[in-house]
């Protein structure tokens, strides 16, 4: 039976080894962009993104090692969104990952400096790092090709961004059930899906086989967005390693605020187990994707 906490902590620190080796020194000139960089990057967190890229690399028949870079640069790319979301002019946030947020501790320059840095960096190691021998099946230059354009789409303005712009212009206004999801969706749902999405594709996975495991990311990223606006609302700031309650304290509509708290839990689990139905036709290899959808809604940070 797998070990599902060992798993999960190997594949932890084989990103973070890769990121390690493929970031600047600390001192590197100019140290203070990168010493703010790896600040935020190595502040902890739960490699949700990159584990899940991995873990559905694997599900196909792929290699980890394959989806490696693709799971680096969801990372940078989910650090940078945290470091521009705790700005003064975002949520204006003090903590993150219980550590002092990377404005307070740089200034907002270099935070939005370290921001657009990672950012950046994503995109060239997922178009330049090759970490074994690409095989995987068809044209893995083809298949690159396509990962990026996955990952450009999830970050962008039909993305992640575009989830934030509506997110801020909703706040203080009342909000229905349609256009919250349709945030919830955006803005971190998208990431979550391409990290699934990445990891079929440069796994080598057939087209019914990524689509499967990317529709699995789209319904678990829902999932834990639902978690988080429940943990915001109950969660012990302690555990979470952030402030509490700041969806409430700046008018942001949440699913416990328009559904309720239970109706908001059961449609998180119901979310997880239509995600984990998807995984069905891959079999056992696919077991470790089904117990992090598990893990999603069952989380208390």
């Known amino acids: ?55 559905a690399a694997e599900a196909v028949g792929g290699r980890r090692e394959d989806a490696l870079p693709a799971a ?30 990377s404005h307070v501790v740089f200034g907002e320059a270099i935070a939005i400096l370290a921001g657009d840095a990672l950012l950046t960096h994503a995109f060239h190691i997922l178009a330049t790092v090759c970490v074994s021998s690409d095989r995987a099946k068809g044209d893995p230059y083809a298949r690159r090709l396509r990962a990026l354009g996955v990952l450009a789409a999830a970050a962008g303005m039909n993305g992640m961004i575009g989830g934030q712009v509506i997110d801020l212009e909703s706040e203080g206004k009342k909000v229905d059930a349609v256009t919250l999801e ?14 699934a999405h990445l990891g079929a594709l440069l796994g080598g996975g057939s087209d019914e086989e990524i689509e499967r495991i990317a529709g699995f990311g789209r319904e ?14 109950e969660g012990d700031p302690a ?63």
């Open 72 to 101: 680096a640069a969801l990372e940078m790319i989910h650090t940078y969104s945290l470091i521009h979301d705790d700005l003064p002019a975002m949520d204006n946030d003090d903590l993150r990952r219980g550590k002092p947020t």
């Open 220 to 233: 678990v990223g829902l999932a834990f967005q639902i978690v988080d606006d429940l943990l915001d609302r």
């Open 1 to 55: 039976m797998l070990d599902f906490d060992h798993y999960l902590a190997e594949l932890r620190g084989a990103v973070d080894d890769f990121l390690d080796r493929n970031l600047p020194a600390e001192n590197a000139y100019p140290p203070s962009i990168h010493k703010a960089i790896r600040y935020s990057l190595f502040a902890g967190g739960k490699r949700l993104r990159p584990v899940l890229t991995l873990a």
């Open 182 to 195: 349709r945030i919830h969706r955006m803005k971190t749902g998208a990431l979550m899906e391409a990290a």
């Open 239 to 301: 555990e979470l390693g952030k402030t509490a309650g700041k969806d409430l304290k700046a008018g942001k509509a949440t699913y416990p605020s328009i559904h309720g708290t239970e109706r908001a839990r059961h449609r998180a689990k119901e979310l997880a187990e239509q995600a984990i139905a998807l995984l069905s036709p891959l079999g056992p290899k696919a077991e470790p994707l089904a117990m992090l959808a598990r893990r999603t809604v069952e989380r208390n940070s």
